[in-house]
């Protein structure tokens, strides 16, 4: 064959596929599907728009630039805002008085999220910038079982039986005391449990020390003996949650604790006297419905003895591959609201932000690209987190909105997965900065207020 016979035969075939492309229906026949022939078209013009830590960076020059008077513009505007109840610019007010108080009366703040902010993710950035602005250390929350974060290393001597209220049901207990955080580890033989601590290598001093020790159990079927640094306390049944603590030397970075008895242990707060106490409580397969089917009187009682001024709830990511029409989305944002109110019913001091979800890419006529009800999910999150009187944080808007998870995994260093779903660990530490940075700014127009009388 001829070269320029070549070039025909290319070129007709070429041509053959561009006119399916243009007529073959837009849902398949027969189980065959074509792209449209303007996606086609469309993948091959290059993309101008700004890298996403090129995206990232004005989002924080935004947030700097706004601390010199132009706050209102920001509060309005600019992506990585809270969605306000009312736009009320008062919302954080509460939160920001207990903040400022927290060198006497620490604060705690609860970070529940699904698979996005396991290993301490998004949350332990959080977590170290509001400690160094109003003090405090430790990384709050550690399960009773084998399991350590990126900041504190953790071990135990025995392999005790996790249930949790979310995900797969093969783990439940049949039971609706799950504890604060809808998971434990069951104490119910003779043996002793020790559950170790220590720091990890290379990571920041204020994360990895604390000097209390408190371990929350609960659903107490007997005597729980616990014992640290030779001092034993006995709890006896009866409450719906204890909480034993120990004090230890200032900036201590390694500890440890014996149980014995029986009862379920619901995690073991690493704390500091005073400042920011933050607790990482990642749920993977959770959508954020299940805190409703949880005890109440156990919430409260955390809550309460805890001071939880703030509870962050980041969801919607496993939800989104299922929500296909509008009623399904309609029913989700209605169960968040049920969520929301539930919340604030068991913790009538903190304020609640919804944050998420974040933008998700799945195939769509050959191509990369965001999950198509995604925009009108976050639109529906946050009318309902608002009309509840909760705050909503807009991940997705702040990296960049539709298709911007495509970027974050083609970045480098990259800033997603390649399940264009999870952050990688670079990702989700300039979420968790945007974040707290739009949070101080906040802060600081609040000082303002105070200082001029508004």
Request: proline share 5%; aromatic share 12%; glycine share 10%.
């Amino acid at each position: 064959m001829k070269r320029y016979q070549i070039v025909l035969f290319l070129f007709s075939v070429i041509a053959v596929l561009a006119v399916i492309c243009a007529v073959f229906p837009a849902d398949g026949w027969l189980g065959l599907r074509f792209p449209k022939l303007s996606s086609v078209l469309s993948a091959a013009e290059p993309d101008t728009g700004p890298s996403p830590e090129e995206l990232l960076e004005q989002r924080m020059q935004a947030i700097l630039a706004a601390e010199k008077d132009q706050y209102q513009a920001f509060f309005r505007e600019d992506p990585s805002r809270f969605y306000l109840p009312e736009g009320d610019i008062r919302f954080f007010d509460p939160l920001f008085a207990a903040l400022d108080r927290a060198g006497t009366t620490p604060v705690r703040i609860v970070h529940y999220g699904d698979s996005q902010i396991e290993e301490d993710r998004i949350t332990g950035t959080i977590r170290e910038s509001l400690q160094k602005r109003f003090g405090g250390s430790g990384p709050g929350m550690m399960p009773a079982r084998r399991r350590g974060t990126q900041r504190v290393g953790g071990s135990s001597s025995a392999t005790l039986s996790r249930f949790y209220n979310y995900g797969d049901a093969s783990h439940r207990a049949g039971i609706r005391k799950y504890g604060p955080f809808a998971d434990f580890t069951r104490l119910d033989t003779i043996s002793l449990a020790t559950f170790s601590f220590y720091p990890v290598k290379g990571k920041s001093k204020e994360q990895s020390t604390f000097d209390r020790m408190t371990l929350v159990a609960g659903n107490l079927r007997g005597p729980l003996s616990v014992t640290s640094q030779g001092v034993k306390q006995v709890v006896e049944p009866g409450k719906s949650i204890s909480f034993v603590r120990f004090e230890l030397p200032d900036s201590s970075a390694r500890a440890s604790l014996t149980v014995s008895g029986f009862g379920d242990l619901y995690g073991i707060l690493l704390d500091s006297k005073t400042g920011v106490r933050m607790d990482n409580v990642p749920m993977r397969g959770c959508s954020g419905t299940i805190f409703t089917t949880m005890d109440e009187e156990q919430l409260r009682t955390y809550y309460r003895e805890e001071n939880v001024r703030l509870i962050l709830l980041q969801y919607g990511g496993n939800s989104m591959p299922y929500l296909k029409t509008d009623k399904g989305i309609s029913t989700y944002a209605e169960s968040i609201r049920k969520q929301i109110r539930f919340l604030q019913k068991q913790a009538p001091d903190a304020r609640i932000i919804f944050m998420g979800p974040s933008d998700m890419a799945t195939v769509v006529d050959g191509k990369r690209q965001t999950y198509p009800k995604l925009p009108a999910v976050v639109d529906s999150l946050r009318t309902a987190a608002n009309d509840c009187g909760a705050a909503y944080w807009d991940i997705y808007g702040v990296m960049g909105g539709e298709n911007s998870m495509v970027k974050w995994v083609q970045a480098r260093p990259a800033l997603a997965g390649s399940d264009y779903v999870h952050f990688t660990l670079a990702g989700a530490q300039r979420v968790g900065e945007l974040f707290s940075e739009s949070l101080m700014l906040y802060y600081e127009y609040y000082r303002w207020r105070k200082e001029h009388g508004r």
